[in-house]
């Protein structure tokens, strides 16, 4: 069984950056995070592989930024330029395979990240 523990999010202004961390129990292959908007479906933002492989959605890229620690247990998403399209609560998601293509079997208890305009 893997444990994900997150830290990190909350409220900040437009333009403004937030970092996010999620721990990790056990060293797996992916580890990436989801978010959710309300009454919209969660979307991938980013993942980052055991090989060091990155993936962001579109949305994100040039302004977010994946990375994990030595020991790849624990994998921070730094948000800068954050807009309030970006409100949502992230999720820390976890796999032994990729969760590019569907969402990991492992998830986080989320975190709110608000942005206001």
């Known amino acids: 069984q893997v444990q994900l523990v997150e830290s990190g999010g909350g409220l900040v202004q437009a333009g403004g950056s937030l970092r996010l961390s999620c721990a990790a129990s056990?060293?797996?292959?992916?580890l990436g995070w989801y978010r959710q908007a309300p009454g919209r479906q969660r979307e991938l933002v980013a993942e980052i592989t055991r090989g060091g492989n990155i993936y962001y959605a579109d949305s994100v890229k040039g302004r977010f930024t994946i990375s994990a620690d030595n020991a790849k247990t624990t994998v921070y998403l730094q948000m800068n330029s954050l807009k309030p399209e970006d409100t949502a609560v992230y999720y820390c998601?976890?796999?032994?395979?990729?969760?590019?293509?569907?969402?990991?079997?492992?998830w986080g208890q989320g975190t709110q990240v608000t942005v206001s305009s």
């Open positions: 998601n976890a796999d032994s395979v990729t969760i590019v293509t569907r969402p990991g079997h492992y």
């Open positions: 056990v060293y797996i292959y992916s």
